[in-house]
């Protein structure tokens, strides 16, 4: 973040103000925990502040700080348009692109506050007052420490903005395993477990609660999986009829992509689900090494993200999206066998 936002930042904040802040439709930890992280430091300035996500989010999020004062827009549309239209300022967290908020969109593009977008993720689109935009960094949660610090607000960090903003790291990063986790990264961590952030309690909530149902999904996903070795990739794909059989519940599904990633030799692994009631096939993808997992599902599944985890969809149905899938891979046999 350059001198020149800063001080348009201090200047836009140096008086009360009606601030909403938005995080991406189907908001993960890093999303929620930036949001709920700057909503604390913001209120404790004295602003007006509300967070309103476009829809529902995992249960496994909701113990966290500041939770119970989220404005969910699918169930609260009336309230969240007139805090949107009294608003002065919008912050969006965690996505560079308005279309990422669903239904959302067309209030958020209506509305005449200024914006400031704080985004790690490539290609931003340019509809912000002031643009904090940094793909290196390891998560949104780490960037909004660093906007508080710009501000001078380190000191204001309370353990309840800490634990938010560690939560959003941890499950940015893969419990800090991927490669944009930095030293700096690590030493955000730090001082947030010197601010209050409690890692082993927060790792708990996050990994270590599940329902039966959740586990047997897991097994169904496990035994779906398919294995390509010639094509150093794994996909595992999940359909409504078998979500619906183990009480599919939103989140039960995170992290099940990653179990690809720890065969042997396995470079590239997705897990395609079944949404009927969008009528797509959602697609999460993962790498490790140099294969782009975004450029992939930017090119070929309306989708985006990071080098190494990323987004997509299909409008084509399981057996189609499966088929086309196929046929792409076969076209990138050498850039997953270098």
């Known amino acids: ?115 400031i977008m704080i985004d790690h993720h490539q290609q931003p689109s340019d509809y912000a007052r002031v643009t904090y935009s940094d793909v290196s960094m390891s998560s949104t949660c780490e960037m909004v420490y660093n ?35 930095s030293s700096k990264t690590h030493r955000v961590v730090a001082e947030l477990i010197d601010k209050g952030a409690e890692n082993m309690e927060i790792h708990r909530q996050v990994f270590d609660t599940n329902s039966p149902s959740r586990l047997h999904l897991l097994g169904v996903a496990l035994s779906n999986m398919v294995i390509l070795p010639e094509y150093r990739t794994a996909y595992i794909t999940l359909t409504q009829e078998e979500l619906d059989a183990h009480d599919f519940k939103k989140g039960d599904t995170e992290g099940f992509v990653n179990y690809g990633l720890t065969l042997e030799d396995i470079v590239f692994a997705l897990i395609f689900i079944e949404n009927k009631e969008e009528g797509i096939i959602k697609i999460s993808l993962r790498s490790v090494g140099d294969f782009s997992v975004n450029e992939f599902a930017r090119k070929h599944f309306q989708g985006g993200g990071h080098d190494n985890a990323a987004g997509g969809k299909s409008d084509l149905s399981m057996e189609e999206t499966i088929d086309q899938f196929n046929t792409i891979l076969k076209t990138y046999k050498s850039r997953l066998n270098p």
């Open 1 to 115: 973040m350059n001198s020149a936002d800063i001080t348009t930042v201090k200047s836009i904040l140096s008086q009360p103000q009606k601030i909403v802040i938005v995080p991406h439709k189907n908001p993960d930890g890093d999303a929620m925990g930036s949001c709920l992280a700057l909503y604390g430091f913001l209120k404790g300035m004295g602003h007006m502040v509300h967070v309103i996500a476009p829809n529902d989010y995992p249960k496994f999020l909701k113990w966290m700080p500041c939770n119970e004062t989220v404005i969910n827009f699918e169930w609260e549309a009336q309230r969240a348009q007139r805090l949107l239209d009294e608003s002065s300022v919008i912050f969006t967290l965690d996505f560079n692109d308005l279309s990422r908020v669903g239904q959302m969109e067309s209030a958020l593009r209506a509305a005449k506050a200024d914006f």
């Open 147 to 181: 906007f508080i610090d710009f501000l001078g607000g380190a000191e204001q960090v309370t353990k309840e903005i800490a634990t938010n903003l560690y939560t959003g790291i941890m499950t940015d990063t893969g419990s800090f395993k991927y490669r944009s986790t």
